[in-house]
């Protein structure tokens, strides 16, 4: 059984920072793609950091451009989203997401709350 289990979120100041994990169990985790993706509340969920299977390659939106950094450690089976100079904007759930080809999988989700 695939689970994905994200951790990190919480409440924090504007220009604070946080780091998510998201934690695999039941994948082969080299062998995918992983993402972050975040939803607002009442709107769709947007992708936010890729980072290939290896880590070779990473890609962002432009929102997040600078401010946070994709990583994983394939040892682990964890993917890492490091989140500095938040702003409320930046207030959602955060889920990571396991792509392989077809195959898709995601996490339960994490809120993140910027807040003073």
């Known amino acids: 059984q695939v689970q994905l289990v994200e951790s990190g979120g919480g409440l924090v100041q504007p220009g604070g920072s946080l780091r998510l994990s998201c934690e695999d169990s039941?994948?082969?985790?080299?062998?995918?793609?992983m993402s972050w993706y975040r939803q607002h509340p009442g709107k769709e969920r947007e992708l936010v950091a890729t980072?290939?299977?290896?880590?070779?390659?990473?890609n962002y939106d432009d929102s997040v451009k600078g401010r946070f950094t994709i990583s994983r450690d394939n040892r682990k089976n964890t993917v890492y989203l490091q989140m500095n100079s938040l702003g409320p904007e930046d207030s959602a759930v955060y889920y990571c997401?396991?792509?392989?080809?077809?195959?898709?999988?995601w996490g339960q989700g994490t809120q993140v709350t910027v807040s003073s």
């Open positions: 997401s396991a792509r392989r080809g077809s195959r898709n999988f």
């Open positions: 039941g994948l082969t985790f080299s062998a995918y793609d």
């Open positions: 980072i290939t299977m290896a880590g070779g390659s990473t």
